[in-house]
């Protein structure tokens, strides 16, 4: 075993219903009969809260395909279930996707300002462009936005939800009873941003919240993905395969923080892990098998022509994939597309043998052991360079993360590399990260500001 | 006293940062320093909860104006912070204000399911269609949609709203593990909805609620707004400062339902009474003059202008009002302006004795004296044709809400007029409305439904 090192990892539990692997549902550890109970994300979120993770996350998505036939899927409005998950925590984060395509950014700030008042400061955004016409056709649109276009949306989107967190300074709130001075109106400004895709006149209506801005993460990967989490993110969740995926990924968003003035610390690298955990290797591995063996094909063929924009519907199981196109031509994950493609092709997969590869994580690194096994994987790709923490993905819940809390963490607890107790207060000290400065205040005009 | 009565009025706790007076906050009673703290609204809610209230409600608006410097403006998302005290209760109805104008229908009817499943059945939709320019110029436009074109946009919003909720059957999901199938596509369905201002495809991503629909509020007075009541809300807030236009409106809307092929008691009206509470009657009076007292003028001022839609700057505040605009040229709160302009009018009101009557309801009937004597104006309002609930405002808070429930509650239930026990289980139950039935299914097609 190593010796413990001063550097300590951040673990972050993704929840997803019944758990990632997409027969979870179907396994009879699982409950998603509570999948709208707010008791069972309260009891995980506890449970997380036990392990001292960094954070809870939740994906979203703003539609619901039709495979809801044979999945557990769509889900709550999350900054709505994440206030009910903030007042039953204590400490850990909690981190949401809001896509910047679908929505204003008004509303958009204000609910993580809402939230990460409500919480003490625990708020985190997953920023995404989302990936999918079904998503468009609820908000109007025939066809979804083109990826660049996306990203230019996104970058605005966050920059006028920037205004408006430092609309207010964090001292703008005077509260003199004496002489009826609620808030210093010098120090809350507009916004007054017009630009390619938003005019928002601003201020908000929130005071500053604890932590300034809720800690921004960001999860694609393509060449877009990679310089939009460059210039914005904090913490960044990765699907990558292999140690050497993992380094070369680590290394290549590092190094284009330099150019937007960004130090290397500044942004924590999270590449996701299914940990399917047995106390042998032999019992890990046959849960890996019980759950690839309940799987419905037609849900994971429909999965993946979606991944890969090619409809396989009807193509035979045990034979190879047909050709496919180019990442350029892919207008929903291309990052995620161009995984699944090459580890097909490396690999010389079968259709049956891709989705069972992909039921566990979609994409992510799925690996079967002992809790020894998975923290010596942890330690690996921390300590040589490919992650500075891990987005936990759970099978099934909520046994996978109870094993991963009661068995994985206090190994890697044991070897220095992770929180005994929590000694930050909010989800930037979680991570290490400072809380962003106040802009200087100018003075707002009475009644409508130009 | 009369003979207790077997029909049960309702009561909703209307709450506001400091209180419904525009100078709470600066009163040695209320506590303004903790309106962003989540543990201040979860003690109101546990205390409107004590007092076995139908349903707490939050207002909102989607901009700060100006004159924060004189008062606790501004606040949380609404959704967010219901559903951190959806955790925290068990009976009580959530009612949150949300714009038609400045949102999608598939976010508010996601947002409002979710809150539903998270609090066992107790959320409600205050319907409004905003009123200011300022909050147009927080979502990109210049100006503000009319009040026609408002309440068109209003109706459609709520029919694909309505659409979404219904978009799943309430036995849609099988959960059968044995065939691998988690929800029947036979019972979920997609909206198509194609009209004037929006298109969605749905289905909506969450299952079924348990109330079906959110209840359904609606807070405007005005023409349109009462048609709009009569059409769709299920309660209607309403400021009435005589119980002769209590009776009046109620007539009205109540006679407006069978249009609609709706029953009187499918809507319940609940004006607005903000009680200021006294041991004795010169003690409630001693309260609310030093309320009076405790008013900006300047900040009396601007409200009023912006309710009148006439800028008063600079006028003598001991002088008339001048000239008034016509109700149909205004484009804001129709109703509020007509009465506040009727309120100065009938009383010969100058500026400055009608910034005092509109401090502590900004229109809604201000009632000082004992627990005793609001009981009696209570219950006068509701068995003379007035009411069937109302909607309390306290001018101040916690302490306001506190005597109300404390002293004025206990009188009503012994009069038999409000409940001693929460009988039901849902906001709906509470008020006595029915859960609505779920649509016939017609089947999903797989991808993307045309």
Same sequence: chains 1, 2.
Avoid at 4 to 20: I, K, Q, V
Avoid at 104 to 127: C, M, Q, V, Y
Avoid at 208 to 225: F, I, K, M, N, T
Avoid at 343 to 369: M, P, S
Wanted: proline share 6%; charged share 25%.
């Amino acid at each position: 075993m190593p010796p413990a090192s001063p550097r300590r990892l951040h673990l972050n539990a993704f929840l997803m219903n019944a758990g990632h692997h997409d027969a979870a549902w179907r396994h009879p550890r699982t409950q998603p009969e509570r999948v709208t109970d707010r008791r069972y994300f309260q009891e995980l979120a506890q449970t997380a809260e036990r392990g001292k993770l960094d954070s809870i996350f939740f994906a979203d998505g703003l539609a619901l395909w039709g495979k809801v036939e044979h999945n557990a899927l769509g889900g709550f409005e999350p900054l709505t279930l994440l206030s009910a998950l903030a007042t039953v925590t204590e400490h850990i984060g909690l981190i949401a996707t809001v896509s910047t395509t679908f929505n204003e950014p008004f509303h958009t700030a204000r609910k993580f300002a809402s939230l990460d008042h409500l919480s003490g400061g625990r708020a985190g955004w997953n920023i995404v462009t989302s990936g999918t016409v079904d998503e468009a056709r609820n908000f109007g649109r025939d066809e979804h936005l083109e990826h660049g276009l996306r990203y230019d949306r996104a970058r605005e989107f966050v920059d006028v939800a920037t205004k408006l967190w430092d609309s207010w300074e964090d001292d703008a709130v005077l509260l003199d009873r004496e002489r009826g001075i609620y808030a210093d109106l010098g120090r809350v400004r507009p916004v007054d941003h017009r630009g390619e895709h938003f005019a928002v006149q601003g201020p908000l209506n929130v005071p500053r919240s604890p932590q300034g801005h809720p800690l921004l993460v960001q999860a694609g990967s393509s060449e877009d993905g990679k310089e939009f989490a460059a210039q914005y993110a904090e913490a960044v969740f990765t699907a990558q395969q292999t140690l050497a995926d993992g380094q070369s990924f680590y290394k290549d968003v590092k190094n284009r923080l330099a150019r937007y003035g960004r130090a290397e610390d500044d942004l924590k690298i999270l590449p996701g892990i299914c940990p399917v955990i047995g106390s042998t290797e032999a019992e890990a591995r046959a849960l890996e098998q019980e759950l690839t063996d309940l799987q419905v094909p037609e849900y994971g063929l429909a999965q993946l022509s979606g991944m890969l924009g090619t409809d396989l519907t009807g193509l035979p199981l045990d034979g190879p994939l047909p050709a496919l196109p180019e990442e350029r031509d892919i207008n929903g994950n291309k990052s995620r597309f161009t995984l699944v493609a090459e580890l097909a092709r490396r690999d010389g997969l079968t259709l049956r043998e891709l989705i069972a590869r992909l039921g566990g994580g979609r994409g992510h690194r799925v690996f079967a052991g002992t809790p020894e096994q998975i923290a010596d994987q942890l330690e690996a790709w921390f300590t040589q360079g490919a992650a500075d923490g891990f987005n936990v993905m759970p099978p099934y819940l909520p046994g996978g993360l109870e094993d991963f809390v009661d068995h994985v963490v206090p190994i890697l607890q044991d070897r220095g590399l992770f929180r005994t107790e929590y000694t930050g207060r909010t989800l930037r000290e979680h991570y290490g990260l400072p809380r962003p400065a106040g802009r200087r205040a100018r003075p707002v005009t009475e009644g409508q500001p130009a």
